[in-house]
């Protein structure tokens, strides 16, 4: 199977080339940067800019399955113009690969598309399936119905569409988790507001591994990629703390501190999103890490 890739610099990217590549698919991928175009037995390389609706067509050609990662970081400042970014890089970027699909034949069959779990509003008690309706009236989850909503449109060139609801992805090689861990390695860590606000997280390697289980078993729909087992806030960070030996004395930071850091993105640390991996469960998909203890000696003993 050929597969095209964007946003394949990322971390997500990089794991599910790997994985793809090592079970003998070939991969194409589009780049912002031309100096990271590179051509290589089973990996080949194409130039793209959203911004300027340009794509390399060339890049479709023998293409079965499209998987769609390209997107601009959440964890930065959310300015006014960041925002715009946050979005549009999302948005554009799955429309021009629409209605470069609508222009040039091709065989694509199947395209599959990240998204997150912050379409679901922030509680402290529900627990989200994919089955849930309501939109969280936030900034990340009107980014998340535009970027679904886009997605679904492929289903009017009879490519079927699944959307992958990612949580809190943990790795070792960049994101979140070295972040959170720093502080804590040098005895500075603390949870953030009342610390029971829920984190859905999935191992990275996990991640990939889903995204090519979606592409091997050909999945419609909706589907959430977190763990079977989410964590509260308290106990994410007592975890990290108890495996890199370190104390935690400080107290919580309240919610009005971070605000005034980080502006609007403090809602990465206090909302709450309690998600289930059930239905994916149910598609026969084994995780190779369900419980965040197991998970976090995996990454942070490296």
């Not at 309706?133 to 886009?150: D, H």
Request: aromatic content about 8%.
């Amino acid at each position: 199977m050929k597969v095209l890739i964007t946003g394949s610099t990322g971390l997500v990217g990089q794991s599910i080339i790997q994985q793809l590549l090592a079970k003998g698919h070939s991969v194409n991928y589009l780049t912002t940067s031309r100096d990271k175009i590179k051509s290589q037995e089973n990996l080949n390389g194409f130039y793209w800019s959203h911004n300027q609706e340009l794509i390399d067509p060339q890049s479709l050609i023998g293409v079965d399955a499209i998987i769609h990662l390209a997107g601009a970081s959440v964890a930065q400042r959310w300015t006014k113009k960041y925002k715009k970014q946050i979005m549009c890089s999302r948005v554009r970027s799955a429309k021009l690969l629409l209605n470069t699909l609508k222009k040039h034949p091709n065989q694509v069959k199947q395209f599959i598309s990240a998204s997150a779990i912050g379409i679901y509003p922030s509680s402290l008690t529900d627990t989200y399936t994919e089955d849930y309706e309501g939109i969280n009236p936030e900034f990340l989850g009107k980014v998340v119905k535009r970027w679904e909503k886009v997605a679904s449109k492929f289903k009017e060139l009879s490519i079927a569409v699944c959307k992958i609801r990612i949580g809190l992805v943990l790795s070792d090689k960049g994101g979140a988790l070295p972040q959170m861990a720093k502080p804590i390695r040098l005895g500075l860590g603390s949870s953030f507001g009342s610390g029971n606000q829920y984190q859905s997280w999935i191992h990275h390697e996990d991640l990939a591994s889903l995204f090519i289980y979606a592409l091997e078993h050909q999945w419609q729909g909706t589907f959430n990629a977190v763990a079977p087992n989410p964590v509260t806030q308290n106990a994410l960070t007592k975890t990290i703390a108890n495996i890199v030996n370190k104390p935690l004395w400080l107290p919580n930071l309240p919610k009005f501190i971070m605000q005034w850091v980080l502006g609007d993105m403090h809602i990465l640390l206090y909302d709450s999103q309690k998600v289930s991996a059930e239905k994916v469960l149910q598609q026969g998909f084994t995780f190779k890490h369900e419980f965040i203890e197991e998970a976090l000696r995996d990454l942070l003993k490296k």
